[in-house]
Nanobody, 123 residues
């Protein structure tokens, strides 16, 4: 079993920065992808960024390219999402996810999910 614990959410003004962390516990050896998704009120859950743990390839949705950076610390079994130049439209619950294969921004590619951390950006 794999457990994911997110932290680092909060409230910031537009233009500010936050860093989200996702610590993975349990049998993480065979995980291939770590991703961040977000869900705003009355909207579906969308993929924000993902990282292929084996080769380090990264993927981003267009709206965050150049502003967000996903990275990993293998020694700590932790994945980070550095979010800069935040906008009000980035406001959402952010979820960490871990999976074994598939399209990086597909919900079905991920088998394990964290409980989420709230990010609120005010204008």
């Amino acid at each position: 079993q794999v457990q994911l614990v997110e932290s680092g959410g909060g409230s910031v003004q537009a233009g500010g920065s936050l860093r989200l962390s996702c610590a993975a516990y349990g049998y993480t050896y065979s995980i291939n992808y770590m991703g961040w998704f977000r869900q705003a009120p009355v909207k579906g859950r969308e993929g924000v960024a993902a990282l292929y743990t084996g080769g380090g390839n990264t993927y981003y949705t267009d709206s965050v390219k150049g502003r967000f950076t996903i990275s990993q610390d293998n020694a700590k079994n932790t994945v980070y999402l550095q979010m800069n130049s935040l906008k009000p439209e980035d406001t959402a619950m952010y979820y960490c996810a871990a999976g074994y294969g598939g399209s990086w921004n597909s919900l079905s590619a991920y088998n394990h999910w964290g409980r989420g951390t709230q990010v609120t950006v005010s204008s």
